[in-house]
């Protein structure tokens, strides 16, 4: 059964992908948890720990439909290392302010958005990466592999940064986050991409993909609920569930992180016959959900 869990990172880039998703998820955890100590070394406010949230929460739900249909027009290798450097070159001047002692909240806020504005482009798009790097084969197990890793990374990050938070400051545990993000980019930069099929023939306009997926976010028409909640499951919906376009709602009943509804939306938009390049999109629905 390991054997089989762990078969899909016989395939170099998905090996490659995995090891750079799972540093970035635990270096991340260091700043969700370092963010509110920082603030607070700062400005000595909790009040003004509710305005860091908010700007990285604000962004990441305004442009997540956004950055979901960006993905699915672009290269996704670009638009991903973009929003790594963008991610390591915020949090690391959000490292460099703390351990100087020349941070003001404004630039701390301003920080936090950039960040908060590169994981909205970034979520979505990487889950059609993996689709485009995984055979169809091991398409079920790489989810699992994927999903558990990011859920087992975060959560062990968040118990290291914690410690390193105590000890250290949040200083410290920003300058690690901004490290693994420079890991992802690398890890990116190292894939062997083939070509991908065109999205569809006569795509819509940017424009109508942004109305169709708030239009799916605000209504739910045509999402039902994943058959099984666990981050980790791989049980695949029903055929007459995919026809019906029923397998999109995987988020409102699932517990886990981020990366863990990103694989479950992964599988079932392969499941749905959904090309590579239109993953996405649908995806973006769904890690909205997850932050709403």
Do not use: K
Request: glycine share 8%.
């Amino acid at each position: 059964m390991i054997r089989s869990a762990l078969a899909p990172l016989a395939e170099r880039d998905v090996r490659h992908l995995f090891l750079g998703q799972t540093t970035s998820t635990f270096g991340n955890a260091f700043a969700n948890v370092a963010l509110a100590f920082a603030v607070l070394q700062t400005t000595g406010s909790i009040a003004n720990v509710g305005l860091a949230l908010a700007a990285m929460r604000v962004p990441l739900l305004a442009f997540t439909l956004l950055g979901g249909v960006v993905g699915d027009r672009l290269q996704r290798r670009a638009v991903l290392l973009t929003a790594d450097i963008a991610r390591f070159v915020s949090q690391g001047a959000a490292a460099l302010l703390l351990l100087t002692d020349n941070a003001r909240l404004w630039e701390l806020l301003a920080l936090f958005a950039c960040h908060g504005l590169a994981q909205a482009f970034f979520s979505p798009t990487m889950v059609g990466l993996i689709s485009e790097v995984t055979p169809p084969r091991h398409l079920q197990q790489t989810n699992a592999l994927f999903a558990f890793s990011q859920s087992a990374a975060g959560a062990t990050g968040m118990l290291v940064g914690g410690a390193l938070v105590s000890i250290a400051g949040p200083g410290y545990a920003f300058g690690i986050d901004a490290l693994s993000f420079l890991v992802s980019a690398v890890a990116l930069a190292t894939l062997q991409l083939h070509a991908v099929p065109a999205r569809i023939a006569g795509a819509t306009t940017l424009l109508r993909d942004l109305r169709a997926g708030w239009d799916a976010f605000r209504t739910d028409d045509g999402y039902g609920s994943e058959p099984s909640t666990s981050p980790c499951s791989t049980r695949s919906p029903s055929p007459d569930s995919l026809r019906s376009g029923r397998s999109w709602r995987l988020v409102t009943s699932a517990a886990g992180t981020p990366g863990a509804s990103s694989a479950h939306c992964l599988r079932a938009g392969w499941l749905e016959g959904r090309s590579p390049r239109a993953a996405s999109a649908p995806a973006a629905h769904c890690l909205l959900r997850s932050v709403w």
